[in-house]
C-alpha cells in the first residue's frame, strides 16, 4: 500500500495545498491539488482545540476529512493519490509502549476500517508535510451518489498522555489520466463543401476536406467514405494528435436523371471513424476543465486546460430528469436518450451537425439551459446565453428554407444543477423537441454544387439529324438555327425530340415552327 516517503520542512508560511494546477508529468498524467484547512473536518472524537487562522490542535482521538473527487473521478489513476497534510507541534504518547505519533489513515472502500499511512513527526512549531499514497480502487467509495476520499489524523489516546500534532492543511493529488480516449473530428465541422459551378464534362472535380484526430489517446483512427455513388470512394487514417486530408471528387459519370438534384445539397457521411456517421442526432464532443469553476462560454471554449474526453451521436438534445425544466444535480449523471456522459461540473459541449427543414418560413428555436449555451444555424447566431444561470429558456428566430441547414450548438457547465433541451416550432407547427428525424450527426460533409448551364446551338444542312447528349438537373432552353441547303429550300420548321440517359431515339418528334424549346430533365 505505502508506495513512497516524502518528508521536507517548509520554511516559510504558505497554504501548500490550496487549489492550483500544476505541469504534465514525464507519466503524461495531469496533476490536481486540493486541500482542507485544519479546521475542515466533518467528525471529531477527543480534545479539540481551534486555533485560528485555520488552525485545528489535536490532543487525542481522532478527525475526519471529507474529499469530494466526484468531478475528477473517471480520470483518476489506479494508484498513487498522495495525500499530504502540513502540520506542526507534534508530540509523542509516551504513555504506551513505543511512544507514538499521531497518524495519517485513509478509510477502506465500503468499510468503517482505515489503514495507518505515516506518522506526523514535526514536533517544530515552523510546520511541514508529511506525504504518502494510496489506490484509488481500495480507497475512494461512491456515498449518496458522490465519489469520496476520508483521510483520518488519528491521536492515540493514553492513560497520561495523548499523541498530539496542530493541522494547517490536509491535501490530496490526484493524478488524472486523460490519456484514455480520442476521435475523429472534421475540422471546421458541421462542414459545407460547394463546388460552385461546375462542368459535368470535367474529370478532375475535387475539394479537400480536413479531418483531425483529437484527444490524448494513442489509437490511430481510419475513415472512408463510399457513398453517394458520385463521390468516388476514398478511405484513410490519421495518426493520435494529427490531421488528414479527405479528397472528395465527383465523379460524372456516375450522375444522371436519377440523381443530379442531389448536387443541390447532400450529406456525404465520413464512416469508420468509431461513431456511426448514419445515425440520426447531432455529434456531441465533450471536454472537461480540471477544477476552472467556469462561468462563462467563450471562456470555457477557449481555456487551455480542456481536455477531451468523451463523444457520442445525440439523437435529441434533452439533458433533463423529464421536462425541459427538471435540471439534473451536479452528482447526477449528465443523460440525454440512452447516452449518459461521464461529467458532472467544469465541462463544455460541443454538438455539431445538420438540420433537415421542410417548409420554408420562420423557424423559432428555443434553449433550456442551466448554465450558458450559444446555437448557430447556418453560421449565424440564433439565440445565446453565455453565463451561468439557473434553469430558464432563451429562444430566437431564422428564416429557413427547404433542405439541409447546419447547426451548432455550444453549452458550458460550471457548478450545481445542469441541463439542456433543444427545442423549435416550425412555421404553423407548434413546439416541440427537435427530433432525431430531421438531425444529421457532424461526421457528414453536406456537398453543394451547380451543373453549369448548358447553352447548346444546332446548326444542320438541310436533310441531316443530330443528337446532343446533355446532363443537366434543370429545365434547359434550347435554340437551333437553320440554314438553306445546297437546294435553297427555306426551313420552314424543327422537329424536338428528348432522349434521356441511354434511350435510343424514336420516330415521334414535336413539330415546331420556331427554333426554340424548353425541355426539363429533372
Known sequence: MLSHKVKFKILFSILIFTLCFVSISAEAYYYLDISKNGTAYTEEDGRIKDEGSGKLHLNGGWVNYVFDVSEWYPWITTSDIRVGVYHSDADKNEAVKGHVWATMQVKKKNQDTYDDLDDLTDDDDTPSTEYDYFSKGSYVESKDGAYIVTIRIYAKDGITDHAEATIHDVGLRLPLDYAQYNMMQIVGSPKIVDFGTIDLGSTNITQNVTIGNIGNGSDTKSWNVN??????????????????TIQLKINPNNLGSGNIKDLG????????????????????DFYHVPDANLNNLDTALSHSNKKFVFSDIFSNIQFNKGTPTDAYTENEAFKSGTVTTTL?????????GFIKVNNSGSHRFFVTSDDGFRLKVDGIEVAKYLYGRGTATTEGTKDLSPGYHSIELTYFQGSGGKSLTLEWQQPSGSREIVSSGVLSNGLNILVKATPKKPSV???NEKGSNNRVNVAVGRSAKFTAEGTNGSTGVDITGFLWQKVVDNQEAGDTYEKTTQGEKKLHFQ
Open 227 to 244: 457513398s453517394p455513388s458520385w463521390i468516388n470512394s476514398k478511405n484513410g487514417s490519421v495518426d493520435p494528435y494529427k490531421t488528414g
Open 265 to 284: 445539397g447532400k450529406l456525404v457521411p465520413v464512416s469508420s471513424t468509431g461513431l456511426d456517421a448514419s445515425k440520426n442526432g447531432l455529434k456531441g
Open 457 to 459: 446551338t444546332i446548326t
Open 344 to 352: 458532472r461540473r467544469d465541462f463544455v459541449a460541443v454538438f455539431t
